[in-house]
């Protein structure tokens, strides 16, 4: 059985729909008011925020029943034994839950805010699947845990030579050492995949706003930046992680970092134009300098905005097609394609 958290959010309920599609038995972790799941679905309600405040304590692993024998701080360890006996019934856990990025989070201190979730209630639902039993722990990571720009022609690829300083790819990169050292402590396998930006039916963010503006024809100015970015599609990296989560059809993936991507690097302008295309509408993009837009960016305090627009971040995904044999199963203009019917679908 695959233990599946995020299961309502984009990347996991499309994991989910594949595993059932498949015939995988899953049990899914959910928040309060989610979503229903698929028929079939077994599914336990938990906050994660309440699982950090048991006791993620990164980066060094502490033992889940040491820490229930020594609750001289007082925590409740009643609700973590339900989830426990869960574990036990399960091979594998893919943790898709996780707290966003948020281009302009008004936190007080955002860093805390984005441990709590991915790094500390990460490590305490690790810990307490190594001692339940659970063969591997595949983690949702994110390309930020490398950086937020490359320079051109040099991808990033898994060692990293320093920590990031972005709160949330740091708290990303902070999971995956204490995952690290969970694996090496214990003996549960780790899968750590970082994505960059993920598209597909239903994406959110950043991304769904630029289709929006493209849909609806308003003019960009857009069309000279010939910037190089790694994408992967929803369906790809479904695939992958699918891949990952079958300890029988991966063995080579145990305790591996691996960069997933769609294979070819594309500019913001012609990304726009193909989403234009897969909509059927005209693309509006005005030729105005990069440097003009960067400057006004920086006036307008939109620096990084800018930077994620203009800015190259290329991925080297090799790993995961040598050592795992994996293929893409979808190309960019396809799953562009399955985004424009999906929307056809859903305003209907």
Known sequence: MIFLTGATGFVGSALLKRLVDDGVDVFA??????????????????????????????????????????????????????LAMTLKNSDVVVHAAARAHIMNDESIDPLAEYRKVNRDATLTLASLAAESGVKRFVFISSIKVNGEMTSAGMPFEAEISEPPVDPYGLS?????????????????????????????????????????????????????????????ALDNLVDFIALCADRERSPKAANEVFLISDGREVSTSELLRSVAKAYGVKSRLLPIPV??????????????????????????????????????????????????????????
């Open 29 to 82: 972790l959910v928040r309060e008011g989610s979503h229903s799941l698929p028929a079939g679905v077994k599914s336990l309600t938990w906050d994660l925020s309440a699982l950090a405040e048991i006791g993620g304590l990164p980066p060094h692993f502490v033992s889940y029943n040491d820490r229930k024998q020594n609750q001289n701080d007082g925590k409740d360890f009643n609700g973590l034994d339900s």
């Open 291 to 348: 440097g003009l837009m960067k400057f006004a960016a920086k006036l307008l305090g939109k620096g990084a905005v800018a930077d994620r627009l203009f800015a190259n971040l290329q991925v080297d995904s090799l790993k995961a097609h040598e050592l795992l044999g994996w293929k893409l199963v979808i190309t960019m203009d396809q799953q562009l394609a399955k985004m424009a019917e999906y929307d056809k679908k859903s305003f209907k």
């Open 172 to 232: 990303k990169y902070e999971a995956e050492q204490g995952l690290l050292e969970i694996a090496n402590e214990t003996g549960m396998e780790v899968v750590i995949i970082r994505p960059p930006l993920v598209y597909g039916p239903g994406a959110p963010g950043n991304f769904a706003s630029l289709v929006n503006w493209v849909k609806r024809g308003i003019p960009l100015p857009l069309g000279s930046v010939q910037n190089q970015r790694s994408l992967v």
